[in-house]
């Protein structure tokens, strides 16, 4: 019986570890690519490059014209910025007015914000950029990152108000007793015990933003507004004549601040996807 279980342990770490192998192979395979010379790429598939470059990444990050790789780091970190303040802020407000007082049709403003996250997100393109073209926001940054600060992500304000609801109200009644009101038992009170709910939101906001190609497609016109993910863009050219080396390269680069926020912050992360999952 030992050996039957412990074989079939054995069986399952090998097809966990194979799986993650599969789903590795092309980052490992991305990076490779980096450091071979263009023309090497596509024939020379393996992982080891025969012919080691950092040409790739020189000439990535001179970017095109006057506008240099950096500009569009830069520019993806402003609106990351804007869109994760934003939203820790809309959100958090939001999920503790549903979450801790109450107000007239409550149960239904509720139910109507849920309904807001079965809505797909293709149905309000055409009248968000009718919207934002009258206010002659098109080619800016406030199409990106305004949305954010007006409370219009329905699964972090229902992620958060599960969080909240899984705190004490003695809590809220202890603090009233001692002269709070509802911002500053919002502030004092609920907003430090949020934290792995906030981190988890703000992960989420960031990487999202990050990745996010269409939207700034959409809005952003100039090269010296391009985020990262159209920067990359810059790099195919529809004759043919792709610049997959560098491409991959700046690939690369942008996969790092990622990482790094994802890593960092992975213990809160899980902490707050389990407790708002446990939590009602």
Known sequence: MTDRLGNRAWLLHFAIVSLGVIMLYPIAWLI????????LIFSDPGLWP???TLTNYTTGWAGFAKNKFSTFFINSFIVCALCVIGNLVSTSLTAFAFGRMGFIL???WFGLMLMTIMLPHHV???PQYVLFRNLDWIDTYFPLFVPKWLGTEAFFIFLMIQFIRGLPKELDES???????PFQI????IMPLCTPALITTALFTFVWTWDDFFTQLLYLNSAKLFTVPLGL?????????SAWGPLFAMSVLALVPSLIIFFSLQKYFVEGISTTGIKG
């Open 50 to 52: 025969t012919e080691f």
């Open 233 to 241: 863009r810059l790099f195919m050219d529809s004759s043919g004549e």
């Open 32 to 39: 490779a690519s980096s450091f071979k010379p263009s023309n």
């Open 186 to 189: 919002y502030w004092r009170i």
């Open 124 to 126: 309000t393109i055409i």
């Open 106 to 108: 409550k149960k239904f």
């Open 175 to 181: 603090a009233r007793i001692d002269g709070c009101g």
